[in-house]
C-alpha cells in the first residue's frame, strides 16, 4: 500500500523524525460502543498488483505493531472527484 494524503489532513505524522510522513485527518466520532471520541483517518492506495489481488479475492490485512491491540475501523473512502477539464487540453 502507497500512502494517500487524505482529504482535510490536519496534520503530518512522523515526517519530523525522518518518516515519509503520513497525512492525518483528526476527527470526532459517534462509535456505537464507545460513544464520542476522538479519531484519526488517513488514505491508502494499493498498488497494481495488490489491486489485481483485491479484485481477485484477497483479503486486507490489518498490522498492529505492540502487544495491545486498540480499536480501529477500515473502510472504503469516497471515490475521488474527477479533474476539472482545462480549456485547450485535449483528453
Do not use: F
Amino acid at each position: 500500500m502507497m500512502i494517500g494524503r487524505v482529504r482535510d489532513a490536519t496534520r503530518v505524522l512522523g515526517k519530523s523524525q525522518g518518516y515519509l510522513g503520513l497525512p492525518v485527518r483528526d476527527e470526532i466520532v459517534n462509535d456505537g460502543t464507545a460513544g464520542m471520541c476522538t479519531s484519526m483517518v488517513t488514505a491508502w492506495y494499493p498498488s497494481v498488483e495488490e489491486l489485481k489481488a483485491l479484485v481477485n479475492g484477497a483479503p486486507v490485512h490489518l498490522r498492529v505493531l505492540g502487544a495491545a491491540h486498540p480499536p480501529v475501523k477500515i473502510e472504503v473512502g469516497p471515490e475521488p472527484e474527477p479533474l476539472p477539464k482545462t480549456e485547450g487540453v485535449q483528453e
